[in-house]
């Protein structure tokens, strides 16, 4: 017997609410094992991010194939990338690996403010990680840096999902959570066949301010999903069904002084056994 096992490569975040604590947390309550490589190690809390410390690209690499080459993730998400020589090294490490998906969540600036990722590494992360990408989920304002597009409507979306499909990856999903309003409107474009296929994914507005990792939350239930044998569109659909469950279940909670976590837990279930990996 078998755990069906997933694999995160991203930032630690002490507070609990993002980064590889999230992404554990979803892929556990999901039933899908987690493994884990650190790229980073943040001072934050609910307030902000305070400031980060990027864990030496060696160690980055040296982390994924020992994960690897042992437990053989079916999927694997990506996260915070600080610099140029962690993205060569996640990419030496993982671009001949075989797995049924690599989900990638463009972390370039918190929200408070603080830049994640170096201006000089979005070219790297543009032309080496995203071609390896089975999925890439922006929010607008990252969106907006991949694809050089203003987004102010449903059109400028479309062109800025497009430019971003120019780099490789055949499956963008923009997040619509930055927009205000009683409505929040992901889209998903597959462009893995002509014409392109286009999905909308609409939820109510969930009325909390516990919304700490909510895009490390979303990332990771994919590649969760993903890894239980999912298509692409319902990996999605799922993981946004949870996502708006997990921000109900914590919507009246305090943690800390800022923005709170979502509540990963409201209904987990047990690890997945298969009879074969």
């Known amino acids: 017997m078998f755990y069906i096992t997933s694999l995160t490569i991203a930032g630690s975040d002490c507070s ?17 094992y987690s493994a884990s490589v650190i790229t980073a ?24 194939q020992s994960v690897l080459s ?3 993730p079916k999927t694997i998400k990506i996260g915070m990338v600080n610099d140029s020589a962690t993205i060569h090294a996640i990419v030496d490490a993982i671009s001949d690996y075989s797995c049924s998906g690599i989900v990638i969540d463009p972390v370039m600036a918190a929200t408070s403010g603080e830049n994640l990722m170096k201006s000089n590494a979005i070219e790297a992360f543009c032309s080496e990680l995203l071609p390896l990408a089975t999925i890439v989920t922006p929010n607008i304002p990252e969106a907006e840096i991949l694809s050089g597009v203003k987004i102010n409507n449903i059109n400028s979306i479309r062109i800025a999902a497009h430019n971003i499909a120019k780099y490789g990856c ?7 959570g930055h927009h205000l309003g009683s409505i929040k409107t992901d889209y998903l474009f ?10 909308s994914f609409t939820d109510d507005t969930v009325d909390t301010i516990n919304t700490h990792g909510t895009g490390c ?21 799922y993981a946004k069904h949870y996502v708006t469950q997990a921000l109900i279940a914590a919507k009246d909670v305090k943690i800390g002084n800022g923005y ?8 987990p279930e047990p690890l997945i056994k298969r009879t074969e990996m």
Do not use: W
């Open 16 to 32: 609990g609410g993002a980064g590889i604590q999230a992404d554990i947390k979803t892929m556990s309550a999901l039933g899908v």
């Open 41 to 64: 190690i943040t001072v934050q809390n609910t307030t902000g991010v305070k400031s980060f410390f990027p864990v030496p690209h060696y160690v980055v690499k040296d982390q994924i």
């Open 70 to 72: 042992d437990i053989c």
């Open 170 to 176: 055949r499956n963008i999903l923009i997040k619509g």
């Open 190 to 199: 597959d462009f893995t066949s002509s014409p392109y296929f286009e999905h």
């Open 217 to 237: 939350t979303l990332s990771s239930a994919i590649a969760a999903n993903l890894a239980r044998g999912m298509n692409i569109t319902d990996a999605v659909s």
């Open 260 to 267: 709170g976590p979502v509540n990963h837990f409201f209904a």
